[in-house]
T-cell receptor, first 111, second 108 residues
Framework: NAGVTQTPKFRILKIGQSMTLQCTQD?????MYWYRQDPGMGLKLIYY???????DKGEVPNGYNVSRSTTEDFPLRLELAAPSQTSVYFC??????????FGQGTRLTVV | DAKTTQPNSMESNEEEPVHLPCNHS???????IHWYRQLPSQGPEYVIH???SNVNNRMASLAIAEDRKSSTLILHRATLRDAAVYYC?????????FGQGTRLTINP
């Protein structure tokens, strides 16, 4: 099983550029999440989804957008990248309120 | 979301049991107690979860107080690989929100 797969693993963006972080899971989980983790800090929830076509804001949604057109995929879109968005981004999935499984992360640097 | 309180850090010795406490006095009847850990430079990893009864799996045991206002994650025989930040989370709604966790150091 692949579990939760995130691409790319690393990316450097220039200020003002846009990009999409990809997340896919093969466990048929209905819930999916995006987090960011700044150096030495805890995880902050950006957006989450409880099923295809349903998304909701987390703790720090500003500057990001998401969509959930399929059960498997939950891409995170950064528009107009800013240095404050330099972080490690984690995607996770779970079957409802059971344990969540995380991807290996995307390390993003905005310069 | 109901809050949890954990010590910022704990230290233990290799091959000894470790008891990581978590207080959650505002827990509601439908909140599950989840534990995750994050090893250095890795993503979070699910450890265990429970509702009312104690739970065991290959990684750890979860002991839940009878009034459910506290719980303890038990690592039965710590190894150096168990050094990580451990998060106790109440899961009753759709969100999964992390607190600051307990940084566990294992001494050889």
């Amino acid at each position: 099983n692949a579990g939760v797969t995130q691409t790319p693993k690393f990316r450097i963006l220039k200020i003002g550029q846009s990009m999409t972080l990809q997340c896919t899971q093969d466990m048929n989980h209905n819930y999916m999440y995006w987090y960011r983790q700044d150096p030495g800090m805890g995880l902050k929830l950006i957006y989450y989804s409880v099923g295809a076509g349903i998304t909701d804001k987390g703790e720090v949604p500003n500057g990001y957008n998401v969509s959930r057109s399929t059960t498997e995929d939950f891409p995170l879109r950064l528009e107009l990248a800013a240095p404050s968005q330099t972080s490690v981004y984690f995607c996770a999935s779970s079957y409802s309120l059971t344990g969540a499984f995380f991807g290996q992360g995307t390390r993003l640097t905005v310069v | 979301d109901a809050k949890t309180t954990q010590p910022n850090s704990m230290e233990s010795n290799e091959e000894e049991p470790v008891h990581l406490p978590c207080n959650h006095s505002t827990i509601s009847g439908t909140d599950y107690i989840h534990w995750y850990r994050q090893l250095p430079s890795q993503g979070p990893e699910y450890v265990i979860h429970g509702l009312t009864s104690n739970v065991n799996n290959r990684m750890a045991s979860l002991a839940i107080a009878e009034d459910r206002k506290s719980s303890t994650l038990i690592l039965h025989r710590a190894t150096l690989r168990d050094a990580a930040v451990y998060y106790c989370i109440l899961r009753g709604a759709q969100k999964l929100v992390f607190g600051q966790g307990t940084r566990l150091t294992i001494n050889p």
